[in-house]
Protein backbone atom coordinates (compact mmCIF):
# COMPACT_ATOMS: atom_id res chain seq x y z
CA UNK A 1 0.00 0.00 0.00
CA UNK A 2 1.38 3.18 -0.70
CA UNK A 3 1.58 5.21 2.25
CA UNK A 4 2.32 8.88 0.79
CA UNK A 5 -1.26 8.54 -1.59
CA UNK A 6 -3.63 6.21 0.46
CA UNK A 7 -3.01 6.81 3.85
CA UNK A 8 -2.52 9.56 6.49
CA UNK A 9 0.29 8.85 9.38
CA UNK A 10 -1.01 9.13 12.91
CA UNK A 11 2.68 8.13 14.54
CA UNK A 12 5.79 6.84 13.78
CA UNK A 13 5.69 4.15 11.34
CA UNK A 14 2.18 3.79 11.69
CA UNK A 15 -0.77 4.94 9.18
CA UNK A 16 -4.71 4.62 8.46
CA UNK A 17 -6.30 4.67 4.92
CA UNK A 18 -8.26 7.69 4.22
CA UNK A 19 -11.01 6.05 3.86
CA UNK A 20 -11.25 5.02 7.77
CA UNK A 21 -9.88 8.62 8.51
CA UNK A 22 -12.65 10.35 6.59
CA UNK A 23 -15.47 8.24 8.10
CA UNK A 24 -14.48 8.78 11.42
CA UNK A 25 -13.91 12.50 10.70
CA UNK A 26 -17.61 12.62 9.27
CA UNK A 27 -18.99 11.48 12.62
CA UNK A 28 -16.74 13.75 14.49
CA UNK A 29 -18.19 16.56 12.64
CA UNK A 30 -21.63 15.75 12.90
CA UNK A 31 -21.34 15.34 16.75
CA UNK A 32 -20.04 19.32 16.66
CA UNK A 33 -22.81 20.32 13.85
CA UNK A 34 -23.07 24.25 14.27
CA UNK A 35 -19.97 24.35 16.43
CA UNK A 36 -16.93 25.47 16.09
CA UNK A 37 -15.22 22.77 16.91
CA UNK A 38 -16.12 20.98 13.02
CA UNK A 39 -12.99 19.91 11.12
CA UNK A 40 -11.86 20.79 7.91
CA UNK A 41 -10.32 18.68 5.11
CA UNK A 42 -8.82 18.95 2.20
CA UNK A 43 -6.18 17.59 -0.48
CA UNK A 44 -2.34 19.06 -1.15
CA UNK A 45 -0.24 16.88 -3.44
CA UNK A 46 -2.39 14.10 -2.79
CA UNK A 47 -2.26 14.11 0.80
CA UNK A 48 -4.92 14.55 3.18
CA UNK A 49 -4.65 17.37 5.84
CA UNK A 50 -7.43 17.83 8.43
CA UNK A 51 -7.27 21.18 10.34
CA UNK A 52 -9.29 23.10 12.58
CA UNK A 53 -9.45 23.42 16.61
CA UNK A 54 -8.63 20.95 18.97
CA UNK A 55 -9.65 20.92 22.91
CA UNK A 56 -6.64 20.34 25.21
CA UNK A 57 -7.48 19.78 29.22
CA UNK A 58 -5.63 21.42 31.83
CA UNK A 59 -3.81 19.00 33.91
CA UNK A 60 -0.80 20.79 35.63
CA UNK A 61 0.28 20.17 39.14
CA UNK A 62 3.41 22.68 39.15
CA UNK A 63 2.60 27.08 38.73
CA UNK A 64 3.63 28.05 35.10
CA UNK A 65 4.53 31.34 34.52
CA UNK A 66 3.58 34.14 32.31
CA UNK A 67 5.91 35.93 30.00
CA UNK A 68 5.80 40.08 30.92
CA UNK A 69 7.96 41.63 28.06
CA UNK A 70 4.81 43.91 27.21
CA UNK A 71 4.45 45.35 29.90
CA UNK A 72 8.60 46.76 29.62
CA UNK A 73 7.89 47.64 26.60
CA UNK A 74 7.49 50.94 26.18
CA UNK A 75 5.52 52.95 23.34
CA UNK A 76 6.64 56.24 21.45
CA UNK A 77 3.36 58.69 20.88
CA UNK A 78 3.31 59.80 17.38
CA UNK A 79 4.38 62.68 15.81
CA UNK A 80 1.05 64.08 15.81
CA UNK A 81 0.68 63.40 19.50
CA UNK A 82 0.23 66.99 21.89
CA UNK A 83 0.86 65.90 25.30
CA UNK A 84 3.62 63.72 27.17
CA UNK A 85 2.38 60.27 28.16
CA UNK A 86 3.93 58.83 31.45
CA UNK A 87 3.81 55.55 33.19
CA UNK A 88 0.62 57.17 35.16
CA UNK A 89 -2.19 58.16 32.69
CA UNK A 90 -2.64 54.93 31.69
CA UNK A 91 -6.68 54.79 30.84
CA UNK A 92 -7.35 58.22 32.51
CA UNK A 93 -8.22 61.30 30.46
CA UNK A 94 -6.26 63.99 28.99
CA UNK A 95 -3.88 66.23 31.42
CA UNK A 96 -4.50 69.51 32.23
CA UNK A 97 -1.68 71.84 30.94
CA UNK A 98 -0.20 74.78 33.10
CA UNK A 99 0.61 77.53 30.47
CA UNK A 100 4.27 78.61 30.74
CA UNK A 101 5.31 82.06 30.95
CA UNK A 102 5.10 84.40 28.03
CA UNK A 103 9.12 84.94 28.48
CA UNK A 104 9.42 81.46 27.54
CA UNK A 105 8.74 80.80 24.01
CA UNK A 106 6.98 77.49 23.82
CA UNK A 107 6.22 75.04 20.78
CA UNK A 108 2.19 75.06 20.48
CA UNK A 109 2.37 71.27 20.21
CA UNK A 110 4.00 70.65 23.27
CA UNK A 111 2.54 70.40 26.84
CA UNK A 112 3.72 70.64 30.50
CA UNK A 113 2.19 68.90 33.16
CA UNK A 114 2.32 69.54 36.92
CA UNK A 115 3.66 67.18 39.75
CA UNK A 116 0.02 67.96 41.30
CA UNK A 117 -1.95 66.73 38.41
CA UNK A 118 0.60 63.70 37.60
CA UNK A 119 -0.40 62.84 41.65
CA UNK A 120 -3.79 62.57 41.17
CA UNK A 121 -3.55 60.32 37.86
CA UNK A 122 -1.44 58.09 39.34
CA UNK A 123 -3.66 57.62 42.50
CA UNK A 124 -6.31 57.23 39.73
CA UNK A 125 -4.24 54.51 38.14
CA UNK A 126 -3.49 52.64 41.30
CA UNK A 127 -6.99 52.36 42.45
CA UNK A 128 -8.19 51.11 38.59
CA UNK A 129 -5.15 48.56 39.14
CA UNK A 130 -6.43 47.20 42.63
CA UNK A 131 -9.91 47.06 41.04
CA UNK A 132 -7.98 44.45 38.38
CA UNK A 133 -6.06 43.34 41.17
CA UNK A 134 -9.24 42.34 43.76
CA UNK A 135 -11.07 40.34 40.94
CA UNK A 136 -11.26 37.03 40.54
CA UNK A 137 -9.28 37.18 37.37
CA UNK A 138 -5.98 37.04 36.32
CA UNK A 139 -4.41 39.69 34.05
CA UNK A 140 -2.63 38.11 31.23
CA UNK A 141 -0.30 39.60 28.89
CA UNK A 142 -0.95 40.28 24.99
CA UNK A 143 0.58 41.65 22.07
CA UNK A 144 -1.07 45.33 22.61
CA UNK A 145 -1.06 45.11 26.42
CA UNK A 146 1.59 48.04 26.30
CA UNK A 147 -0.39 50.28 24.08
CA UNK A 148 -1.25 53.85 25.58
CA UNK A 149 -4.77 54.78 25.94
CA UNK A 150 -5.57 58.07 24.01
CA UNK A 151 -8.78 60.39 24.73
CA UNK A 152 -11.05 59.84 27.12
CA UNK A 153 -11.26 56.82 29.74
CA UNK A 154 -12.86 53.71 28.06
CA UNK A 155 -16.43 52.83 29.38
CA UNK A 156 -17.14 49.74 31.67
CA UNK A 157 -18.41 48.03 28.51
CA UNK A 158 -15.32 48.68 26.42
CA UNK A 159 -13.15 47.31 28.71
CA UNK A 160 -14.98 43.89 28.98
CA UNK A 161 -14.72 43.67 25.32
CA UNK A 162 -11.21 44.37 24.79
CA UNK A 163 -10.74 41.67 27.78
CA UNK A 164 -12.54 39.20 25.74
CA UNK A 165 -10.61 39.63 22.98
CA UNK A 166 -7.61 38.88 24.70
CA UNK A 167 -6.45 34.87 25.35
CA UNK A 168 -7.06 34.23 28.52
CA UNK A 169 -6.74 30.56 30.54
CA UNK A 170 -10.17 29.95 31.24
CA UNK A 171 -10.87 33.65 32.44
CA UNK A 172 -7.61 33.83 34.17
CA UNK A 173 -5.63 37.12 32.68
CA UNK A 174 -2.34 38.33 33.94
CA UNK A 175 -1.13 40.56 35.85
CA UNK A 176 2.03 41.28 38.34
CA UNK A 177 0.82 39.67 41.34
CA UNK A 178 -0.58 36.22 39.61
CA UNK A 179 2.34 36.28 37.04
CA UNK A 180 2.61 32.35 38.29
CA UNK A 181 -0.27 30.56 38.95
CA UNK A 182 -1.50 26.84 38.23
CA UNK A 183 -4.87 26.69 36.11
CA UNK A 184 -7.55 24.84 37.23
CA UNK A 185 -7.18 21.44 36.65
CA UNK A 186 -9.35 19.89 34.36
CA UNK A 187 -10.35 23.25 33.04
CA UNK A 188 -10.31 23.25 29.01
CA UNK A 189 -8.85 25.39 26.08
CA UNK A 190 -8.11 25.16 22.43
CA UNK A 191 -5.25 25.54 20.33
CA UNK A 192 -5.62 25.95 15.82
CA UNK A 193 -3.73 23.35 14.33
CA UNK A 194 -3.85 20.50 11.41
CA UNK A 195 -3.09 16.72 10.91
CA UNK A 196 0.43 17.24 10.26
CA UNK A 197 1.18 18.64 13.26
CA UNK A 198 3.36 15.96 16.23
CA UNK A 199 2.89 16.71 19.61
CA UNK A 200 6.06 18.96 20.48
CA UNK A 201 4.67 21.05 18.17
CA UNK A 202 0.78 21.39 19.24
CA UNK A 203 3.06 21.86 22.54
CA UNK A 204 4.47 24.62 21.52
CA UNK A 205 1.52 26.48 19.69
CA UNK A 206 -0.20 26.19 23.24
CA UNK A 207 1.98 27.76 25.16
CA UNK A 208 2.75 30.35 22.28
CA UNK A 209 -0.78 30.88 22.68
CA UNK A 210 -0.83 32.14 25.99
CA UNK A 211 3.01 33.73 26.19
CA UNK A 212 3.92 30.73 28.80
CA UNK A 213 7.39 30.87 29.33
CA UNK A 214 8.35 27.03 30.58
CA UNK A 215 9.95 25.15 28.05
CA UNK A 216 7.75 22.56 25.89
CA UNK A 217 9.98 19.69 27.09
CA UNK A 218 8.86 20.50 30.58
CA UNK A 219 5.18 19.08 29.25
CA UNK A 220 3.47 16.17 27.32
CA UNK A 221 0.07 15.12 26.36
CA UNK A 222 -1.84 12.54 27.52
CA UNK A 223 -4.84 10.41 26.23
CA UNK A 224 -7.01 10.05 29.19
CA UNK A 225 -9.79 8.12 29.57
CA UNK A 226 -13.25 7.90 31.43
CA UNK A 227 -11.89 4.30 33.09
CA UNK A 228 -8.54 6.04 34.62
CA UNK A 229 -6.72 5.00 31.55
CA UNK A 230 -3.92 7.14 30.53
CA UNK A 231 -1.57 6.91 27.87
CA UNK A 232 1.30 9.71 26.85
CA UNK A 233 1.58 10.49 23.39
CA UNK A 234 4.83 10.15 21.63
CA UNK A 235 6.50 12.97 20.06
CA UNK A 236 6.29 11.24 16.78
CA UNK A 237 1.92 11.46 17.22
CA UNK A 238 -0.22 13.24 15.43
CA UNK A 239 -2.66 14.56 18.02
CA UNK A 240 -5.46 15.99 15.90
CA UNK A 241 -5.70 11.97 13.68
CA UNK A 242 -5.80 10.32 16.98
CA UNK A 243 -8.36 13.05 18.66
CA UNK A 244 -10.77 12.55 15.55
CA UNK A 245 -10.21 8.15 15.97
CA UNK A 246 -10.91 8.32 19.31
CA UNK A 247 -14.22 10.05 18.63
CA UNK A 248 -15.37 13.28 19.69
CA UNK A 249 -17.14 12.77 23.04
CA UNK A 250 -14.79 14.17 25.68
CA UNK A 251 -17.11 12.24 28.54
CA UNK A 252 -14.88 9.22 27.05
CA UNK A 253 -11.71 10.52 26.73
CA UNK A 254 -9.74 13.60 26.69
CA UNK A 255 -6.27 15.15 25.81
CA UNK A 256 -4.59 16.36 28.74
CA UNK A 257 -1.71 18.81 29.38
CA UNK A 258 0.74 17.38 32.41
CA UNK A 259 4.20 17.65 33.54
CA UNK A 260 6.81 15.25 31.63
CA UNK A 261 8.04 14.26 35.05
CA UNK A 262 4.78 14.15 37.27
CA UNK A 263 2.36 12.21 35.42
CA UNK A 264 2.68 8.36 34.10
CA UNK A 265 0.92 5.83 32.47
CA UNK A 266 -1.70 3.96 33.96
CA UNK A 267 -2.51 0.77 32.01
CA UNK A 268 -6.31 -0.25 31.37
CA UNK A 269 -5.79 -2.97 33.74
CA UNK A 270 -4.88 -0.93 36.91
CA UNK A 271 -7.27 1.39 35.75
CA UNK A 272 -9.95 -0.78 36.57
CA UNK A 273 -9.08 -0.62 40.48
CA UNK A 274 -8.68 3.20 40.37
CA UNK A 275 -12.01 4.45 40.95
CA UNK A 276 -12.91 1.37 44.02
CA UNK A 277 -12.96 3.03 47.46
CA UNK A 278 -10.20 2.07 49.97
CA UNK A 279 -11.68 -0.47 51.95
CA UNK A 280 -12.85 -2.33 48.51
CA UNK A 281 -9.23 -2.40 47.84
CA UNK A 282 -8.08 -3.23 51.02
CA UNK A 283 -10.24 -6.51 50.34
CA UNK A 284 -8.49 -7.30 47.08
CA UNK A 285 -5.34 -6.96 48.36
CA UNK A 286 -6.65 -9.68 51.15
CA UNK A 287 -7.80 -12.01 48.97
CA UNK A 288 -4.56 -11.92 46.54
CA UNK A 289 -2.55 -12.28 49.58
CA UNK A 290 -4.64 -15.18 50.87
CA UNK A 291 -3.89 -16.34 47.41
CA UNK A 292 -0.90 -15.74 47.21
CA UNK A 293 -0.10 -17.68 50.36
CA UNK A 294 -1.95 -20.66 48.99
CA UNK A 295 0.54 -21.17 46.04
CA UNK A 296 3.07 -20.52 48.14
CA UNK A 297 2.09 -23.72 50.37
CA UNK A 298 1.49 -25.65 47.78
CA UNK A 299 5.15 -25.05 46.31
CA UNK A 300 6.63 -26.27 49.18
CA UNK A 301 4.44 -29.47 49.64
CA UNK A 302 5.63 -29.97 46.28
CA UNK A 303 8.87 -29.45 46.93
CA UNK A 304 9.43 -31.11 50.00
CA UNK A 305 7.70 -34.25 48.99
CA UNK A 306 10.44 -34.28 46.10
CA UNK A 307 12.96 -34.24 48.90
CA UNK A 308 12.03 -36.81 50.72
CA UNK A 309 11.69 -39.06 47.46
CA UNK A 310 15.47 -38.20 46.53
CA UNK A 311 16.56 -38.97 50.09
CA UNK A 312 15.02 -42.35 49.85
CA UNK A 313 16.92 -43.55 46.34
CA UNK A 314 19.58 -42.44 47.87
CA UNK A 315 19.47 -44.29 51.23
CA UNK A 316 18.82 -47.27 49.23
CA UNK A 317 21.84 -47.36 46.97
CA UNK A 318 24.97 -49.62 48.13
CA UNK A 319 27.35 -47.53 50.42
CA UNK A 320 30.40 -48.86 48.60
CA UNK A 321 31.27 -49.18 44.65
CA UNK A 322 30.19 -52.02 42.94
CA UNK A 323 32.94 -53.95 41.20
CA UNK A 324 31.89 -55.46 37.69
Not at 166 to 178: D, E, L, Q
Request: net charge neutral; hydrophobic share 30%.
Amino acid sequence: MDNGQDCVQIGENKFISKTTLLMHLKTYNLYYEGQNLQLRHREEEEELIVEGLLNISWGLKRPIRLQMQDDNERIKPPPSSTSWHSGCNLGTQSMETQPVPSTQPVPPTIEVTECEDLSEQCSEKEAEMEEYEGSSQILRTKSDAGVLRRGARRSASDQRKIRRHRFSINGHFYNHKTAVFTPAYGSVTNVRINSCMTTPQVLRVLLNKFKIENSPDDFALYLVHTSGERVQLKRSDHPLVLRVLQGPCEQVSRIFLMEQDLAEEVTYDVAQYIKFEMPVLQSFITKLKEEEDREVQKLRTRYTSLRCLIQRKLQCLPEGPTCM
